[in-house]
């Protein structure tokens, strides 16, 4: 059984720096991409940034690309997400994702996110 568990939210003021991680357990991460999403209030889902499997690849949503930082440690099987000069729009649930395959077959899982409010 995959299981992922997401850490680090908390309140934070205007331009201040959260990082959020995400433990896995079940299964190596060292072959898949990991993502983290977000979901505000009342609003869709979104992804906010990817990282490849051996970590080389990163790639962000345009409202936080140059100002988070996604990385990973496979051996420590955990992702990370560096989230700087937080803004009124950054508030939101955020989750952790992989597509993993175990016996059963490949399937998403998803953690059970970590709140993020960013507030003076």
């Known amino acids: 059984q995959v299981q992922l568990e997401e850490s680090g939210g908390g309140l934070v003021k205007p331009a201040g720096t959260l990082t959020l991680t995400c433990e896995i357990s079940g299964s190596s991460i060292g072959s898949y991409a990991m993502y983290w999403y977000r979901q505000p209030p009342k609003k869709a889902r979104e992804m906010v940034a990817s990282i490849s499997s051996d970590g080389g690849r990163p790639d962000y949503a345009d409202p936080v690309r140059g100002r988070f930082l996604i990385s990973r440690d496979n051996a420590k099987s955990t992702v990370f997400l560096e989230m700087n000069n937080l803004n009124e729009d950054d508030p939101a649930r955020y989750l952790c994702?992989?597509?993993?395959?175990?016996?059963?077959?490949?399937?998403?899982?998803w953690g059970q996110g970590t709140q993020v409010t960013v507030s003076s």
């Open positions: 994702n992989v597509f993993a395959f175990t016996s059963s077959g490949g399937q998403d899982y």
